[in-house]
């Protein structure tokens, strides 16, 4: 009796007065990459102090959609934006006025140049006839052609372009980047964060994940930050710690 009484005061209280309502704020900037990956680096760099984080971004596809460098551009970060594909490259001049942008790929060897091969949904581009044969084989996209791009090492790039080392690199270089990665000097490349794709192309949103990779990356020092499932952030242990 007592309780119905009390409710039927509380009824004609907020029938007069509304009551407050308290919210918390969490400011979360745009995401601007395929699965969130910019949000999580901009958590771990703002931990240790780095508000603008300097990068390598190779092969990102486009410069400011599905890309794990734009939220830093905007930042103010200095960066490196590399793409082989003439077609997108333009449009890495035009959004990234202030980044080094190089018409090119990253490759594992010493030759001066590669072929590339150009598929009509660009995001499938690869270095590799291999792969490009496989995912000309689905059948859901077309080869178009293959030409003839130069070829950069990724430890000349950031001797040209850095003092030290850029804080992360984001390396996207379908069906290569284990190559590139088996290939780079990371003794005298001591770079703090990597993110890279870690799973093979598939039609279907079910895709293998490359644990070799990150296997790789372990044995060089690196532990798993996260994992977006298309993409793995590596950091670098004695940075993290230090």
């Not at 407050?20 to 979360?28: A, D, L």
């Not at 745009?30 to 969130?36: F, H, P």
């Amino acid at each position: 009796m007592i309780r119905r009484i009390k409710d039927y005061i509380r009824t004609i209280v907020f029938r007069f007065i509304k009551p407050q309502v308290v919210t918390t704020h969490i400011s979360v900037p745009n995401s601007y990459a395929q699965v969130g990956e910019d949000i999580i680096l901009k958590f771990l760099f703002n931990s240790v102090g780095i508000a603008a984080p300097s990068y390598v971004d190779i092969g990102s596809h486009k410069p400011d959609w599905g890309n794990n460098t734009y939220l830093s551009y905007l930042a103010g970060g200095k960066g490196v934006s590399i793409e082989p594909d003439p077609g997108l490259f333009k449009h890495y001049q035009h959004a990234r006025p202030t980044d080094v942008c190089i018409n090119a790929a990253v490759g594992y060897g010493n030759a001066d140049e590669t072929d590339f091969y150009l598929f009509d949904e660009p995001s499938l581009n690869t270095m590799s006839e291999a792969e490009a044969k496989r995912r000309n084989s689905f059948g859901e996209y077309k080869l178009l052609e293959r030409i003839k791009v130069p070829m950069l090492r990724l430890e000349h790039v950031i001797a040209n372009n850095f003092t030290g080392m850029p804080d992360f690199i984001s390396l996207d270089a379908e069906g290569v980047d284990f190559d590139i990665l088996k290939s780079f000097d990371f003794e005298n490349n001591p770079i703090p964060v990597w993110v890279v794709e870690t799973v093979d192309y598939s039609v279907s949103h079910v895709k293998k994940k490359n644990t070799e990779i990150i296997e790789f990356m372990e044995g060089k020092g690196y532990f798993v930050y996260a994992d977006t499932y298309i993409n793995t952030i590596f950091v670098l242990k004695t940075w993290f710690e230090k």
